[in-house]
């Protein structure tokens, strides 16, 4: 059975930094990409970075030079690294396991390849 665990969020003030881990189980963890998605209030979910089984990441771009995303295959990790938050990264952050196909990030389908989520409040 798929397992996502996601840790790390928290109240911080406009400017700081909080560190987003996500620790797998059930799945051949090295194989898979992996994304980090965000939905805040009132919004659909949506994809903020991912990073490939051979390490290659990509951002959305209101996050880009921001966060940066990293992945530790031996502890089964993916972790989201955010520093300079601004109020509108308020959101719940989730981890996924997905596929990386022709330059795209596919989410797995199904609720056992999502976490249930870390909230990040950033509000002074």
């Known amino acids: 059975q798929v397992q996502l665990v996601e840790s790390g969020g928290g109240l911080v003030q406009p400017g700081g930094s909080l560190r987003l881990s996500c620790e797998a189980s059930?799945?051949?963890?090295?194989?898979?990409?992996m994304g980090w998605y965000s939905q805040a209030p009132g919004k659909q979910r949506e994809l903020v970075a991912y990073?490939?089984?051979?390490?290659?990441?990509n951002y959305a771009d209101s996050v880009k030079g921001r966060f940066t995303i990293s992945r530790d295959n031996a502890k089964n990790t993916v972790n989201l690294q955010m520093n300079s938050l601004k109020p509108e990264d308020t959101a719940v952050y989730y981890c996924?396991?997905?596929?990386?196909?022709?330059?795209?990030?596919?989410?797995?389908?199904?609720?056992?390849?999502w976490g249930k989520g870390t909230l990040v409040t950033v509000s002074s």
């Open positions: 996924n396991v997905g596929a990386y196909y022709r330059g795209s990030y596919y989410p797995k389908e199904g609720m056992d390849y």
């Open positions: 059930g799945i051949a963890f090295s194989i898979y990409a």
């Open positions: 990073i490939t089984s051979a390490g290659s990441t």
